[in-house]
């Protein structure tokens, strides 16, 4: 089975700057895509920025200039660097991946999502 293992998130000040990084383990084969969106309590899930394995980026105008999005497809490992966050960023951020797994067929997968606060 595939998982996605979500790394770093917490508590930063406004200006300052996090690093969120996702991890495809198990019965993975290669990695379509993969992507960040973050989800406010009784707001819709959003788009964040993806990454495909080619390397081909999309990023929410919210977070352009700020955000850089990367992907190490040797270790299935994607990565957001955010520099400049505002309270607004403000969010439960979830791992999204579009995954070739043994089977021979890509399903999306979710991780568990982690908290980033940005506040005084």
């Known amino acids: 089975q595939v998982q996605l293992v979500e790394s770093g998130g917490g508590l930063v000040q406004p200006g300052g700057s996090l690093s969120l990084s996702c991890a495809a383990s198990?019965?993975?084969?290669?990695?379509?895509?993969m992507g960040w969106y973050r989800q406010e309590t009784g707001k819709q899930r959003e788009l964040v920025a993806t990454i495909t394995s080619g390397g081909r980026t999309n990023y929410a105008d919210s977070v352009k200039g700020r955000f850089t999005i990367s992907i190490d497809n040797a270790k299935n490992t994607m990565f957001l660097q955010m520099n400049n966050l505002k309270p607004e960023d403000t969010d439960v951020y979830y791992c999204?991946?579009?995954?070739?797994?043994?089977?021979?067929?890509?399903?999306?997968?979710w991780g568990q999502g982690t908290q980033v606060t940005v506040s005084s």
């Open positions: 999204h991946g579009r995954i070739w797994s043994s089977s021979s067929r890509w399903n999306d997968h």
């Open positions: 198990g019965s993975v084969s290669s990695v379509v895509a």
